[in-house]
C-alpha cells in the first residue's frame, strides 16, 4: 500500500490542474466552513436518531446496543462519510457526476444514480412522518390530546384519514421554499435550528430527569447488558450507523460539492459523527427516562413516539408544554434532514437537464409529493389496501430505500475510492498514518460489513 499512497501523493501534484479544471466545471455554490457544518450534521440528525434509535436500542439490548452503534460508527461510518464528502469536494458535481468525474467511467454515473434515486424514495415517505410529527406538535401543545384518552386509538385514525396528506405537503412545502435558496439558504436554516434543537433537548432532558422513576430510564440506557445482544443486533446497529450518518444515498456527496477546498474532512467528518452521536445520546436521555416514569414499554417499535410518549407526557404535569416541545423537536430534526435529502435529486436535475435552481426544486418537490401520496395513504387510510406480502406502499419504499438502496449505495462509495478512485489521497488531504487507515477501512473491513447487512436486511439471507 505504501508504493502506492506514494503514487497517489505524487500523482496529486500532477492532477493539481485537473482539480482547478474540475473547480471551473463543477458547481460554484460553496458553504461557508461553520455553515457546513450545521448543514451535515442537520442532515445526520432526524428522525433517525429521535424516533428510530431509541425504539431499536429498547429493542436491541438497551445500553449494549448503544456501545455497539458506537463502534459502528467510529470504525465503519465515519470512513464511508470521509468517502462521500471527499468524493463530492473532488467532483463537484451531483451525486452521479462527481463519480464519473473522477473516475472517467460512465458506469458509476449509473450507481449513482440508484443513490439518487434512493434519496427521493426516502424523502417520499420520510416527509409523511415528518408531517405527523408536525400535527402531534400542533395537537400537543394546544392540549388537545385529551388525558387517559386511547392514544393508540387517536394515532391509528389520525393516520387513517387525509390530514396526513396536508401535513406532508405542509413539509414539502417548507422544504422547497429552503432548497430553493441553495447552499446558502441550506446553511442559514441549520445554523438557526441546529442549536435550537440543543436547546429544546436539554430543556426536556432537565425535566424528564426528574421525574419519579426515571433513573431506572437512564440505567437501562447506559449500564450495558451483553447478554442482550444478538447477531442481529450487530447489523442493525451497522445498518442504523449509515442511516443515521444519512450515508448510502448521495447526500453527503451532494453537501460535499459545496465545501471550501481549505475545509479539513478530516475534522468535519469527526464533527458530524460527535453531533450525530451526541444527539442521539440526548435523545436517549429523554425517551428511556419518560418510558420508564410511566411504565411504558421502551420496546414497542414504531408507535413509541406517537402512542407511548403523548400518553406519558399526557399525564405529566404541564405535560402539553414538554410534549409540544418534544414534537417541534421532532419536526425540526425531520426538516432539516428532508432538506439534505430534496437537494440530492435537485442538484441532480440541475446539472442532467440544465434547469434553474427553482425550476429543479419545483419540479422535484412536487413529484416527491405525488410520489409520497400512497404513503400517506396506505398506513391505514384511503388506499390501506395497497398491501403486498403484508406490507403497506409505505413499508414498502422504506424497505427497498433504507434495506436494499442504502446499503449497495453505501458498498458503492466504499469501492469507488477504496479502489477505483486513484486520487483519493490529494483531496481527502489526511496525514500519510490516518489515510493508511481510512484506505484499509474502506478496503477490506466495511464492504465486508456492508454485505453482511445488505444479506441481512434484505431478507436474502437471515441468521
Ligand atoms: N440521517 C437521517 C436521520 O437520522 C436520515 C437520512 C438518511 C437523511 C439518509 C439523509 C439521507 O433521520
Redesign the pocket.
Known amino acids: 500500500m505504501d508504493k502506492e499512497l506514494h503514487q497517489q501523493n505524487g500523482d496529486g501534484q500532477v492532477r493539481q490542474g485537473d482539480t482547478a479544471r474540475q473547480e471551473d466545471s463543477g458547481t460554484a455554490e460553496r458553504f461557508s466552513r461553520s455553515g457546513f457544518i450545521f448543514a451535515a450534521i442537520g442532515?445526520?440528525?432526524?428522525?433517525?436518531?429521535m424516533w428510530?434509535f431509541p425504539y431499536i436500542t429498547g429493542q436491541y439490548g438497551g445500553a449494549a446496543f448503544f456501545l455497539l452503534f458506537t463502534i459502528c460508527l467510529l470504525l465503519i461510518g465515519l470512513p464511508v462519510l470521509m468517502a462521500e464528502l471527499t468524493v463530492g469536494r473532488g467532483g463537484r458535481g451531483s451525486a452521479s457526476s462527481s463519480l464519473v468525474r473522477l473516475s472517467g467511467r460512465k458506469i458509476w454515473g449509473g450507481f449513482g444514480v440508484l443513490s439518487i434515486a434512493g434519496?427521493f424514495f426516502?424523502t417520499s415517505f420520510?416527509t409523511v412522518v415528518a408531517g405527523w410529527t408536525l400535527h402531534y406538535a400542533v395537537l400537543t401543545s394546544a392540549n388537545a390530546l385529551g388525558k387517559g384518552t386511547d392514544f393508540a386509538a387517536t394515532f391509528f385514525s389520525f393516520i387513517g384519514g387525509w390530514w396526513p396528506v396536508a401535513w406532508q405537503a405542509a413539509v414539502m412545502l417548507i422544504t422547497g421554499w429552503i432548497v430553493v435558496r441553495g447552499a446558502s439558504g441550506i446553511e442559514k436554516f441549520n445554523r438557526i435550528l441546529i442549536p435550537a434543537l440543543l436547546v429544546i433537548l436539554i430543556i426536556i432532558m432537565i425535566r424528564v430527569l426528574q421525574l419519579p422513576g426515571a433513573s431506572e430510564g437512564v440505567s437501562f440506557f447506559l449500564k450495558p447488558d451483553f447478554g442482550k445482544l444478538t447477531n442481529e443486533s450487530l447489523l442493525v446497529a451497522l445498518g442504523h450507523a449509515f442511516?443515521?450518518?444519512?450515508?448510502?444515498?448521495g447526500?453527503m456527496m451532494t453537501y460535499g460539492a459545496y465545501v471550501d477546498r481549505r475545509q479539513s474532512l478530516g475534522a468535519a467528518t469527526l464533527a458530524v459523527g460527535g453531533g450525530d452521536l451526541m444527539y442521539a445520546l440526548l435523545a436517549g436521555m429523554i425517551i428511556f427516562p419518560t418510558t420508564f416514569a410511566f411504565g411504558i414499554e421502551p420496546a414497542q417499535g414504531p408507535g413509541l413516539a406517537f402512542i407511548g410518549l403523548p400518553a406519558a407526557f399526557s399525564a405529566m404535569p404541564l405535560g402539553w408544554l414538554f410534549g409540544g416541545l418534544f414534537f417541534v423537536l421532532l419536526a425540526i430534526?425531520?426538516l432539516t434532514?428532508v432538506v439534505?435529502?430534496l437537494e440530492v435529486p435537485v442538484a441532480y436535475a440541475m446539472e442532467r437537464w440544465r434547469l434553474s435552481r427553482s425550476t429543479a426544486t419545483v419540479s422535484t418537490t412536487v413529484l416527491c409529493f405525488l410520489f409520497g401520496l400512497p404513503s400517506a395513504l396506505s398506513v391505514g387510510g384511503a388506499v390501506g389496501w395497497l398491501h403486498w406480502e403484508g406490507k403497506s406502499f409505505f413499508d414498502w419504499v422504506d424497505f427497498i430505500a433504507s434495506n436494499i438502496i442504502?446499503p449497495l449505495g453505501g458498498l458503492m462509495v466504499t469501492l469507488f475510492v477504496g479502489y477505483a478512485w486513484k486520487h483519493a489521497a490529494q483531496e481527502a488531504g489526511l496525514t500519510a498514518g490516518w489515510f493508511r487507515l481510512w484506505l484499509f477501512l474502506l478496503r477490506y473491513v466495511a464492504p465486508v460489513l456492508i454485505v453482511l447487512v445488505f444479506l441481512h436486511t434484505s431478507g436474502i439471507w437471515s441468521f
Open positions: 442532515s445526520s440528525v432526524g428522525l433517525g436518531n428510530k434519496a426516502i420520510y442511516f443515521s450518518l444519512s450515508l448510502g444515498m447526500t430534526a425531520a434532514s439534505s435529502l442504502l
